[in-house]
C-alpha cells in the first residue's frame, strides 16, 4: 500500500475543496494517485450535491452592485442552509460574482445567470456546483432585479440580510440614504395605493366590516370604520404614506416634497422571506427513536 503522506492530503483538498479526512480516504482507495483520487472524489461530491440539493436553504446573503454613476443597479439573493455558510468568505465572493454579472449583463432572471459567465471565467453554476462540494451546503441563487434609474440609484444592505435599491430623483446622497435605510426598517410593499392588490384591500375592509359588526357598531358607521381601517393599513404598507422612520411627524411624500425630489421605485429583499424553514423539535425526535426501539426489543422473533 502506498504510503499517504500529508503534502498529497494537502494538495487534492486544493484540488477538489475536499474535507482533509476524504481525501485521506480517497487517496488510500486509489493508492495515492493524485489523479484518479481526484476523479474519485468528483464522482462522489457529485453525488453529494444532488443530495443536498432537496434541503432547504433559507438562510444567505444579499448583494448589491451598482454602477460608478448610479444609473444602473442589481441586487441577488443568495442561499444556504446555515448562517455559518452565509459567513464564509468563498461563499460571500461567490455572492459578489452574482451581483456583478447581474449588473454587467442586466440578467434578472435566476436561471440566465446560472448559465452566464462570471468575472472568474466559469458559468455561476458550475461556480456554484464547485462551491456545494467544498462547503458541502445546497445554495442557490434565488432571485435578481436589475433596474436602470429614471434618477439615482440609492442603495442599503443591514447585516447581509436586507438589501434595498431605491430610484429617486432629486434631492441628495442623504436623502437616498435616508429613504433605502427606512425602506429596510418600514419594509413597504409598495410605492402608493395603486401598487397594492385590490384583494387585500378588500380582505382588510371585509375583516374591519366585520369587526364593527360583531362589536354592534351602528350600521351606518360600519363602512366609515372599514375606511378608517383600509385608511391606516395603506399608511402601514405603502412607503408613502408611512411615517418617516427619523421623523414620525411627517410622512415620505411630505419629506419628498421638502426636498423638491421623487421616488419613481424601490425593491426590497429580505433573505429567506417567504422559504419555510423546516423545525426540528429534537425532544419528539428522541421519543420517537425511543418508542421505536421499544417496538423493535418487544417484537416477537420471526420463525
Do not use: W
Not at 409598495?190 to 357598531?217: F, N, Y
Not at 375606511?227 to 393599513?233: C, I, L, N, R, S
Amino acid at each position: 500500500m502506498a504510503e499517504i503522506s500529508a503534502g498529497m492530503v494537502k494538495e487534492l483538498r486544493e484540488r477538489t475543496g475536499m474535507g482533509m479526512m476524504e481525501c485521506k480516504k480517497a487517496l488510500t482507495e486509489t493508492s495515492g494517485d493524485l489523479k484518479v483520487a481526484e476523479d474519485l472524489l468528483r464522482v462522489r461530491s457529485g453525488a453529494k450535491a444532488s443530495k443536498v440539493a432537496g434541503r432547504v436553504a433559507a438562510e444567505g446573503v444579499i448583494s448589491l452592485q451598482v454602477s460608478a454613476d448610479g444609473r444602473t443597479a442589481a441586487m441577488v439573493e443568495v442561499n444556504c442552509e446555515t448562517d455559518f455558510v452565509a459567513k464564509d468568505q468563498s461563499f460571500l465572493a461567490f455572492a459578489r460574482n452574482v451581483a456583478e454579472t447581474a449588473a454587467a449583463q442586466k440578467l434578472s432572471d435566476a436561471d440566465l445567470l446560472g448559465q452566464a459567465v462570471g468575472a472568474d471565467g466559469a458559468t455561476l453554476e458550475a461556480t456554484r456546483a464547485a462551491l456545494v462540494m467544498k462547503l458541502g451546503e445546497n445554495m442557490t441563487v434565488r432571485r435578481a432585479f436589475v433596474i436602470d434609474a429614471q434618477g439615482k440609484i440609492a442603495s442599503y444592505v443591514h447585516g447581509g440580510k436586507i438589501g434595498v435599491l431605491v430610484d429617486v430623483e432629486g434631492g441628495d446622497d442623504t436623502l437616498g440614504k435616508d429613504l433605502a435605510m427606512h425602506i429596510a426598517a418600514a419594509k413597504p410593499v409598495a410605492l402608493d395605493r395603486s401598487g397594492v392588490p385590490a384583494e387585500s384591500l378588500e380582505r382588510e375592509r371585509e375583516i374591519a366590516r366585520t369587526r364593527a359588526i360583531e362589536s354592534g357598531k351602528p350600521e351606518n358607521l360600519v363602512d366609515k370604520i372599514a375606511d378608517g381601517t383600509v385608511a391606516k393599513y395603506l399608511a402601514d404598507v405603502t412607503l408613502l404614506d408611512q411615517p418617516f422612520v427619523k421623523d414620525d411627524k411627517q410622512t415620505i411624500k411630505a419629506l419628498l416634497a421638502s426636498k423638491s425630489a421623487k421616488v419613481h421605485a424601490f425593491r426590497l429583499f429580505v433573505v429567506g422571506e417567504g422559504i419555510e424553514k423546516k423545525s426540528n423539535d429534537f425532544a419528539a425526535e428522541v421519543a420517537a427513536q425511543a418508542a421505536a426501539a421499544k417496538g423493535q426489543a418487544s417484537a416477537p422473533l420471526a420463525s
